[in-house]
């Protein structure tokens, strides 16, 4: 597959790895590209830049996204790349994390993408096509450290990204899931270089490189895409020996602690 000719939605698209996705699918000839963002600045300066159309919501809104992505189906015609970026990393542990807090990622990270997909994949089954990229996590996969509700809400997105590739791949719908170790973007902020983010956060990778895989995999219609083949030996070490990578798991916790307090 090709975005060439293609109407692309990308949520979280007006900054990080939604930035990088709108511009390089405008550069590689997509027919129309549409930054979903909640940041209004970020959602039209990209659009103005590239050529592409903003729209400013917040995607935890069913509503508002459900009539949103109809209008654009009304507008542009069928969307035939969905690309469910956007997502918020708030919070830490369960005893004091607001329940609000949860439920705000739970909305973002999750299910939004549930939202878009019960707008645009009824049209997509209709025409025996479509393709849905999800951007989760390393941390869905594996975890993460301090932040709860977001290794949480980022296993969510992991499975229903597998589901759906289970489910609706024989009819025509592909299915991607994006799962990043660390990237430079605004939600690591200036932590992208410090000690903690080479430990707990694996090599950074910028948004550009991010968007260039995402691309590389819609063309080889392959599901998992990871930023570094690092990640691929992490997963295999966990799944091959759970025990010991808690325990690895464990020691990184007590030196992230460690580093906090000084």
């Known amino acids: 597959m090709r975005v ?17 996705l709108c511009e390089r699918f405008a550069a590689d000839g997509a027919r129309s590209v549409v930054v979903v963002d909640r940041n209004a600045d970020g959602a039209r300066a990209v659009a103005d830049a590239i050529g592409g159309r903003a729209e400013v919501i917040d995607v935890g809104s069913e509503a508002d996204l459900t009539a949103m992505l109809g209008q654009l189906e009304d507008d542009l015609g069928p969307i035939e790349v969905l690309c469910n970026n956007a997502g918020i990393a708030t919070g830490g542990d369960p005893l004091t994390t607001p329940i609000e807090e949860w439920q705000r990622q739970w909305d973002i990270n999750v299910m939004s993408h549930v939202y878009a997909i019960r707008a645009v994949l009824p049209s997509m089954l209709a025409r025996g096509e479509g393709h849905i990229q999800h951007t989760a996590s390393m941390a869905g996969i594996l975890t993460s450290h301090g932040n709860a509700p977001y290794a949480t809400s980022k296993h969510a997105v992991v499975g229903l990204a597998e589901w759906m590739s289970i489910t609706y791949h024989d009819a025509g719908i592909r299915t991607y899931l994006l799962a990043p170790l660390g990237v430079r973007t605004p939600m690591l902020g200036d932590a992208a270089d410090s000690e903690w983010a080479r430990a ?35 997963m295999e070490f966990k799944t091959n020996d759970p025990e010991k990578w808690l325990t690895g798991m464990r020691r990184l916790q007590a030196r992230i602690v460690a580093a906090d307090q000084g």
Do not use: H, M, Y
């Not at 109407?7 to 939604?18: N, P």
């Not at 490189?209 to 083949?229: C, M």
């Open 4 to 20: 060439e000719n293609k109407v692309c939605v990308v949520t979280g698209g007006g900054s990080g790895i939604g930035k990088a």
């Open 200 to 234: 707990a956060a694996g090599p950074i990778a910028e948004p550009e490189d991010v968007a260039q895989l995402v691309v590389d995999a819609f063309a080889e219609e392959r599901f998992l895409i990871l930023t570094n083949p690092i990640a691929q030996d992490w």
